[in-house]
Each structure stands twice: as C-alpha cells, then as structure tokens.
C-alpha cells in the first residue's frame, strides 16, 4: 500500500518537481494537485490522504491559514511545509501547528527522501502499537529524527562514482554503518537490534536488509519464538 501525498503549489514548475520526486520515492504516490489552500480544503472534503506538501506563499488561501484549517477540522493528514518562506516568525507558527517538516526551497531530492523516511518511520511506529510504553515513544520521536539525519548527511556525500552504482534508495554511508554492525556482530541480529545500536529507522533497516541479502552480503531467517508476529533475523556471510 502506497501513502497518498497531495501537492499544495501555485508555481506549476515546483508542483511538478514536487510530483517527480514523490513519485521517485518508493511507497508514495500523488493522491492530487492544488494551487492554493482552498483547492486544498476543498479536496480533503472528499478525499483522504496521508501526507500534504504546502506551500505558504498561495493565493486566495495561503499555506499558514490553510494549515489553521486542516488542523482545526481535525483533517488526520502529516503536512510538509514546502516553501521559501525562512523567516522566523513563519517557521515558529508553523512548527506549533505541528508540521511534520518544513522545507525550504530550493531543496535536494535527498533532503525530501529522507523527510519521507522519517514520516515512515513514524508511521510503522504507530501502525505496529495500539499502546505505546516509554520504549515505543523514544523510538517514535529519536529515531525519525536519526533517521532523517542519517539521510541527510548522506546527501553531502561526495563519492558520486560509489553512490551512482547503488539502488535508489541505498545510500553509501548508511550502507557502510550497517555493514560494519555486522562485522562487529558475528551472531543472528533482528531489526529492533539494529535500528536500536545504530539510531536508523526500522523502515530504513529493512529497506538495507533486503538489498544485503539480495547481494547475498547477508543471509536471513525467520525467528518463530517470539511469542508472537515471528521475526527476520540476519547474519552476514562468511
């Protein structure tokens, strides 16, 4: 199942980077297109989406108010906030509204993945517990926020040639992180264990995990004594 994003943009150009770059990202699809706040409203009156993209500088409704109003109608939507907008007062209103993000244009396609890996990752975080004891908390607000420095700070990575010849999605320096786990750790390791030593997303765990044992770099099984939903443990090659 994809998450379906909607675009708030009046600048038909940013509106469809925007849609290439949510359409590059695995597990996203765009759900609709508005140019200003009230398209927007208007939209969510009969359409249910997970995540919006919005801008702020719009007419006839512009991406602060429009946030007003989604929060006030209780609208259950992440939003991005996707703009040039860096003045203080804007990010600090806009931040107590509860924005999942805020971007500032221009922005790489990296720093927007790697907001997308975070919403993920909160989301597998909510969907996986009803009730959430003080463990599920940290991990819902520390690793969204490593998971989104991780990526970022493989958006500065200068190894162009290395990054070029991997999947989208796989960046070198995580790659490098994960792997260096397993060669300090010879033994079966679950998801939880890595994501916890490693302060990375189980989202983006997972997404590694396939890619390593598809390269056959790491080998797999299933853990049926947990107690309960049974688990995938992963051990590297020798």
Not at 116 to 126: G, R, S, Y
Request: proline share 2%.
């Amino acid at each position: 199942m994809n998450y379906k994003v909607l675009i708030v943009e009046d600048d038909p150009m940013v509106a469809m980077i925007n849609s290439q770059f949510v359409k590059k990202s695995e597990g996203f699809e765009v759900a609709g297109m508005c140019r200003n706040g009230q398209e927007a409203l208007d939209f969510l009156d009969s359409n249910t989406v997970d995540l919006i993209l919005l801008d702020v500088f719009m007419p006839v409704l512009n991406g602060t108010e429009t946030l007003k109003k989604i929060r006030s109608k209780k609208i259950n939507s992440e939003v991005i906030m996707v703009t040039a907008a860096n003045d203080t007062a804007t990010i600090e209103e806009t931040v107590h509204l509860g924005v999942h993000d805020y971007l500032i244009k221009p922005f790489t396609y990296e720093r927007f993945y790697a907001s997308l890996e975070k919403f993920k990752a909160k989301k597998e975080i909510l969907n996986q517990n009803t009730v959430m004891d003080q463990s599920c908390i940290d991990n819902l607000i520390l690793h969204g926020n490593t998971a989104l420095q991780a990526t970022a700070s493989d958006s500065t990575d200068s190894s162009e040639d290395v990054q070029a010849s991997l999947p989208k999605g796989i960046q070198r320096r995580t790659l490098s992180r994960i792997i260096s786990y397993f060669d300090s750790n010879s033994g079966w390791s679950s998801t939880d264990m890595i994501s916890e030593t490693l302060g990375i997303s189980i989202v983006t765990v997972r997404t590694y995990m396939n890619y390593l044992v598809k390269t056959k770099t790491i080998s797999e099984d299933v853990n049926y004594d947990t107690g309960g939903r049974p688990s995938m443990l992963y051990k590297k090659n020798n």
